[in-house]
Nanobody, 126 residues
């Protein structure tokens, strides 16, 4: 399984970006998809995750209400719509996938994911 993340770039504070993550295998066979991010000098941080059904996605506290995750099984793609971006959102964003569903409380853990993409840089600056 290979994951290809794209959509990063430079955006001004308050702006929007949409990240995409395309999976080489049908997303219907992937139970969970997630996004993490890592800023320079900081640990990797959970951003969002969504299950195969797409119901009740999970969000990190710092992005709740501003970011929206969604998946298009027909296109093997997961999206992360990022609105009202702040300078502290600047980071490399990674998409991740897990083959089997696990308890919701584990969605935020990096160790819960089997596959990772290469990352895409998001820079929020004026």
């Amino acid at each position: 399984v290979q994951l290809q993340a794209s959509g990063g770039g430079l955006v001004q504070p308050g702006g929007s970006l949409r990240l995409s993550c395309t999976v080489s295998r049908l997303t219907s066979t992937i139970a969970m998809m997630g996004w993490f991010r890592q800023a320079p000098g900081k640990e990797r941080e959970f951003v969002s995750a969504i299950s195969r059904s797409g119901s009740i996605p999970s969000y990190g506290d710092s992005v709740k209400g501003r970011f929206t995750i969604s998946r298009d099984s027909g296109k093997n793609t997961v999206y992360l719509q990022m609105n009202s971006l702040k300078s502290e959102d600047t980071a490399v964003y990674y998409c991740a996938a897990r083959q089997n569903l696990i308890v919701r409380s584990s969605w935020r853990s990096e160790a819960s994911y089997d596959y990772w993409g290469q990352g895409t840089q998001v820079t929020v600056s004026s």
